[in-house]
């Protein structure tokens, strides 16, 4: 497994807005076609190492490397490798003056040369993927928070990237529609080869798709814990990840938040 | 009803079941007042019995959030003094919430400093501010700038549908409201012109003041106030929804920067549009004039036209095209700058519109003395 190149590499990362540092000291290397979940409390600074990762927010310190390419570098933008990305936001994102259909669309039909026919297939199939078929001509204010999560997440894999990122793409959805897309991560991953950052903290969710976990420790600042969720589960001895992954249940001394 | 008995707190030495205690007495509900934690607390006993504040019900006759907030302020009171609270003899469901309220502790970072600059050290950040801004706007042209090369060579992700949009909603939608206000304009320059002029006995002359009046200024300016307004506001308030709500960072994720997707389309549309505007709004202002000059001098449709068209030179009237153009660009740079650099919430959304539509006339007006000047030195 080791001897597989890394795609995505973190090299002591640092986030801060300002002099507010949020996390610092992350290392983490991300294998092609993994699924990889970053977990933690909430306001521990998930989002803001995704928008770190996707290149909206140079970190304050370290370097973020794509296939060994600098993300942040002075010859290039980000945006030239952000086209190989496809990225969930947390509150979802959509054009609010598109329709959906026209929403997933518009990444074709800038990068790809199909007609518009082919192009209301492909729309089709990934608002079906989503279980949003016949939503295509909807606008955003028109859907619920948990079907615009789910035509954001559409829309992220409009292109079929390579690399796809989801903050809490669970978010919001009921049990079974979140089974759905934990089945649609893995997916993904097994016959696409997708490689899968998921910002998320439903537990049953990290277990079923998680490769490999982070923790970032709200109290420290630094991420505590980096490996498969089972095995952490088993073997960790830190306490705030334990009590993360047992909510809380197994050790008193840390209530869960 | 019976009148409840208000929330009173006293403080008590230690006696011979421990303490010193605090005696909570009364309703202790929001809606009927709770006393300052600072006038209870203020003077604590002596501490020699150890410091450990013990609270204790001694007749609580209700008790809602009032009455748990209270604790909390005491609870940071006392523990910034070195104090223990003790809340063990407090009904069992204040303890719980008391428990749940100190779980996690207080982010010490997060406090924001309220320290009041003094007056040296808020010009100081002023200044630091202002060549912040001055950075910002910089960073802003110069990515425009490299956005109209990408134009030029074809590389630019722009939609021709969107420009086609955008000029409809910024010219044709926009001319009503400029044509009204513009045949106004000509029919006040006229009549003002006419009641000054009659007395000289040049009121025919009141064509040539219309005339170079609207070609030169009044034409393209009215409009360019109208169109701060009305367009420069609605981009500012589209972007900077958009902004808000997370559409321009997506843009960026799929590697569309939104300076070609999104200021390119306005900018270019305003520029195209505002001297069609321009060239209505002089048609209009000239014709309103026409209406009330010859009708109050009791002169034929006709000799005024004549005197119009000797006044009225190709030059006021490329003058005023001219200036159109910038003002065309003014307009919609003020809109998309403040648009695409608003804040994540409503009221930034707000702030940047108000500051789209001020920044907006204010280049105008600026712009427009700087053209009186150079036309002034050219003897255009
Ligand atoms: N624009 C900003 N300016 C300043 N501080 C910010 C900003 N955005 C976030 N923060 C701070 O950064 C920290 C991390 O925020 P972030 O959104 O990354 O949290 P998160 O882990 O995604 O939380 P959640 O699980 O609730 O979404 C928070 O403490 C927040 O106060
Ligand atoms: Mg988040």
């Known amino acids: 497994m080791s001897d597989q190149p890394s795609r995505i590499d973190l090299r002591g990362v640092e986030l801060a807005y300002g002099s507010y540092v949020v996390m610092r000291d992350i290392n983490a290397s991300i294998r ?15 989002s803001t190492l995704l928008r770190a990762m996707i290149g909206l927010m140079p970190p304050a310190q370290g370097e973020i490397r794509y296939d060994g390419e600098l993300l942040f570098s002075a010859d290039r933008t980000p945006d030239d490798l952000a086209r190989r990305f496809g990225v969930l936001f947390q509150g979802g994102a959509l054009w609010s003056s598109m329709t959906l259909a026209e929403n997933i669309a ?64 669970s978010a919001g959805l009921d049990p079974l529609s979140s089974r759905r897309l934990d089945e ?57 990840v334990r009590a993360f992954l047992t909510r809380g249940e197994s050790s008193h001394e840390t209530p869960a938040p | 009803m019976t009148a409840v008995p208000p929330a009173t707190a006293e403080l008590q030495p230690a006696d ?22 600072s006038d209870v607390l203020k003077d604590l006993p002596d501490p020699a019995a150890g410091k450990v504040l013990r609270f204790a019900d001694d007749g609580l006759d209700g008790w809602d959030t009032g009455l748990t907030a209270f604790l909390l ?99 044709a939608d926009a001319l009503p409201i400029v044509l009204l206000i513009n045949v106004l304009v000509g029919m006040i320059l006229a009549f003002v012109g006419v009641v000054q002029l009659q007395q ?65 389309p306005r900018v270019l549309a305003l520029v195209f549009m505002m001297p069609l505007l321009t060239i209505f709004a002089d048609a209009i202002g000239i014709l309103g004039g026409m209406l009330v000059g ?54 930034a959304v707000g702030q940047a519109t108000t500051r789209a539509v001020v920044a907006a006339i204010t280049s105008l007006i600026v712009a427009d003395a700087v053209f009186a000047v150079l036309c002034n030195e050219l003897g255009i």
């Open chain 1, 106 to 169: 518009l990444p074709l039909e800038q990068y790809t040369r199909l007609k518009p026919a082919e192009i209301r297939q492909v729309v089709r199939h990934k608002l079906a993927l989503v279980g949003l078929k016949g939503f295509e001509d909807y606008r955003p204010a028109e859907i619920s928070g948990g079907m615009k999560k789910r035509a954001g997440l559409a829309r992220a894999m409009a292109l079929d990237p390579e690399i796809l990122f989801f903050d809490e793409p």
């Open chain 2, 16 to 37: 011979t079941r421990g303490g010193p205690w605090l005696r909570l007495r009364g309703d202790w509900r929001l809606r009927t007042g709770l006393p300052a934690v």
């Open chain 2, 294 to 347: 010859a009708a109050m001098m009791d002169l034929s449709m006709r000799a005024y036209w004549n005197q119009t068209l000797m006044s009225a030179t190709m030059g006021h009237f490329m003058l005023g095209v001219g200036k159109s153009f910038v003002f065309g660009g003014l307009i919609a740079l003020c809109g998309c700058y403040q648009g695409i650099r608003c804040g994540r919430n409503a009221q």
């Open chain 2, 73 to 171: 302020g005491c609870t940071d009171v006392l523990e910034a003094g070195g104090w223990q609270a003790d809340f063990s003899e407090l009904p069992a469901g204040v303890q719980r919430l008391m428990e749940l309220a100190r779980a996690v502790p207080e982010n010490a970072e997060a406090h924001r400093t309220g320290i009041e600059p003094n007056w040296l050290a808020r010009l100081g950040l002023a200044a630091l501010n202002l060549v912040a801004i001055g950075g910002a706007m910089l960073e802003f042209l110069g990515e425009l700038a490299l956005s109209f090369v990408r134009l030029i060579t074809g590389r630019a992700r722009m939609r021709a549908r969107d420009l086609w949009f955008q000029m409809q909603q910024c010219g």
């Open chain 2, 200 to 264: 000289f006995g040049a009121a025919i002359f009141v064509a040539n003041l219309v005339a170079l009046a609207m070609l030169r200024e009044m034409g393209v300016l009215m409009t360019g106030i109208i169109i701060s307004g009305r367009t420069g506001a609605s981009f500012a308030a589209q972007l900077g929804a958009m902004q808000a709500n997370e559409e321009v960072d997506a843009f960026r994720s799929f590697g569309i920067p939104p300076m070609d997707f999104l200021v390119l």
């Open chain 1, 184 to 240: 649609l991560i893995l997916q993904l991953r097994d016959v696409l080869g997708t490689t899968v950052v998921v910002v998320t903290h439903e537990l049953e969710s990290i277990f079923a798709i998680a490769d490999t976990a982070l923790f970032l420790n709200a109290q420290t600042r630094t991420p505590t814990a980096l490996g498969n969720p089972h095995e952490l589960l088993k073997h960790s001895t830190e306490p705030a």
């Open chain 1, 32 to 46: 092609r076609g993994e699924v990889f979940v970053i977990m933690g409390g909430s306001g521990c600074g998930k």
